[in-house]
């Protein structure tokens, strides 16, 4: 059992996670029912699936002789931008009101949302013509 | 030696498969998808794959010119995400 034997499994088990990973989040994206549930699987799935290929990608080059940590590179860039780009995909699918109204809480009365209902808004006058 | 290597060549197919099935189901999504942010979505994921395809076919072929072209697609899709989800926020992509 030799370092390359061993670098070689451990390329073959990041290769297949990796593999996992593109599956689960391709699942995800086609099997929730809401925008923001089909957000949440692609975008933190598909970084860790990538990461997960290009340290396999490493080993490999370590293996066969000419070693690079290039890969590097591309995986904090990855990593960088991965929530930035989700962060504007949500804000597209709030602007367009595509994500459904959030389900009811179960112990509290409501969810503190922006704007406020009609009730709402003469109990806290009333408190405050009290105060 | 002959065992690692059959594994790492069998994990490499699987890998392929699997990245060939999950843009094929993206393409599937960019199709159906009701919104247009699950489209953008959709598009990003497939950039994502598309690199990962990339990262394979450097593996393969222990070329080390793959590195570049996975750092352009990834610089690129990025760019294009965000263009498209501004130009559905603001219509309009520089103001």
Redesign the interface.
């Known amino acids: 059992m030799t370092l390359h034997i061993i670098a070689t499994y451990a390329s073959a088990a990041f290769l297949l996670i990796g593999a996992a990973f593109a599956l689960v989040a391709v699942l995800g994206l086609l099997k929730f029912n809401d925008s923001m549930a089909r957000l949440h699987a692609p975008t933190k799935v598909g970084t860790i699936g990538i990461g997960s290929l290009l340290v396999a990608s490493m080993i490999q080059s370590f293996n066969t002789g000419n070693p690079s940590l290039h890969e590097v590179l591309i995986m904090a860039f990855l990593f960088v931008t991965a929530p930035i780009s989700a962060n504007f995909i949500a804000k597209v699918n709030i602007h367009q009101r595509s994500c459904d109204t959030p389900p009811a809480p179960k112990t509290d009365k409501a969810w503190s949302v922006l704007n406020t209902s009609a009730e709402d808004k003469a109990l806290s006058e009333t408190t405050d013509t009290a105060s | 030696?002959t065992t690692?290597?059959e594994?790492?060549d069998?994990?490499?197919i699987?890998?392929f498969v699997?990245?060939a099935?999950?843009q094929i189901?993206?393409m599937?999504?960019l199709v159906i998808g009701?919104?247009?942010?699950?489209r953008?979505?959709?598009l990003?994921?497939m950039v994502?794959?598309a690199?990962?395809l990339v990262?394979?076919l450097?593996?393969h072929q222990?070329v080390?010119i793959y590195?570049e072209v996975?750092?352009l697609i990834?610089?690129l899709g990025?760019v294009s995400?965000?263009a498209l989800?501004?130009f559905?926020?603001r219509g309009d992509i520089i103001e």
């Open positions: 030696m690692a290597s594994l790492l069998i994990a490499l699987i890998a699997s990245l099935f999950a189901m993206c599937v999504r009701p919104s247009s942010g699950d953008i979505l959709a990003d994921t994502i794959n690199l990962g990262v394979l450097g593996i222990g080390r590195f996975s750092l990834a610089m990025f995400t965000v989800a501004r559905l926020l």
